[in-house]
């Protein structure tokens, strides 16, 4: 079973954000993360504060602008004050760049796509 964030609707600027189905953590952005919508994800990322890991998908995010970099290093942090993760899925070039210039990409578990984020995550609770 694939599990995917693809085919919801994206309308340019506006950041929408959906929980995938009964997956705990498992958080799809659809839009830019830019400082006008910033306050939208923090408050995503407050509800998933139960889940050890949460998995943001950013498939369908054209681009991140400073401040949405700086809510996704902020979620880090705070996640890992507590002794949980933050993994990303879809990392388009432009975004992964990004964490490169900045020497962010080594914070974020990285992954492809949600279902290899599953099942790594998976082996490493079991292992």
Do not use: W
């Amino acid at each position: 079973m694939a599990v995917s964030c693809e085919n919801a609707p994206m309308i340019v600027d506006l950041l929408t954000i959906e929980r995938l189905g009964d997956l705990n953590g498992v958080v799809c952005l659809h839009g830019p993360l830019t400082i006008e919508n910033v306050r939208l994800f923090q408050n995503a990322i407050r509800r998933e504060e139960k889940a050890d890991t949460v998995i943001l998908d950013l498939t369908e995010v054209p681009y991140i602008d400073s401040s949405g970099l700086g809510s996704l290093v902020s979620a880090y942090i705070s996640r890992q004050k507590m002794g949980r993760r933050v993994a990303l899925t879809g990392v388009n070039e432009r975004i992964f760049h990004l964490f490169e210039v900045t020497r962010t990409d080594s914070l974020f578990l990285i992954f492809d796509t949600v279902d290899h984020a599953l099942q790594a995550l998976r082996g490493r609770a079991q292992a």
